[in-house]
Nanobody, 122 residues
Framework: QVQLVESGGGLVQAGEALRLICTAS????????MGWFRQAPGKEREFVAA??????GIVYADSVKGRFTISRDKNTVTLQMNSLKPEDTAVYYC?????????????????WGQGTRVTVSS
């Protein structure tokens, strides 16, 4: 079983930046892709970004393109979030998959973290 631990959430003002980090457990040798989803109050969980083990296959949601950057180093995936907007407020979840899938569907990911809250004030 792969465990994912997120860190880096917090409260910031609009226009500021945050960095989220997710680290997979030592048994993550089967993980071939990692990514981030988010869930705002009253809304469904939505895709944010994903990346494959080798750093390829990067996909971003349209709403974050040009502002967020995903990167990966071994069993750690980082989401650098710049120019944050109030609509980015959500709980952000790290996800990991074993098939190399880096798409939008939650079904493509096998493992999930507990989430870290990001709040952007206007």
């Amino acid at each position: 079983q792969v465990q994912l631990v997120e860190s880096g959430g917090g409260l910031v003002q609009a226009g500021e930046a945050l960095r989220l980090i997710c680290t997979a457990s030592e048994r993550a040798f089967s993980v071939s892709a990692m990514g981030w989803f988010r869930q705002a109050p009253g809304k469904e969980r939505e895709f944010v970004a994903a990346i494959r083990r080798g750093g390829d296959g990067i996909v971003y949601a349209d709403s974050v393109k040009g502002r967020f950057t995903i990167s990966r180093d071994k069993n750690t995936v980082t989401l650098q979030m710049n120019s944050l907007k109030p609509e980015d407020t959500a709980v952000y979840y790290c996800a990991a998959g074993t098939t190399g899938y880096t798409g939008w569907s939650k079904d493509g990911y096998n493992y999930w973290g507990q989430g870290t809250r990001v709040t952007v004030s206007s």
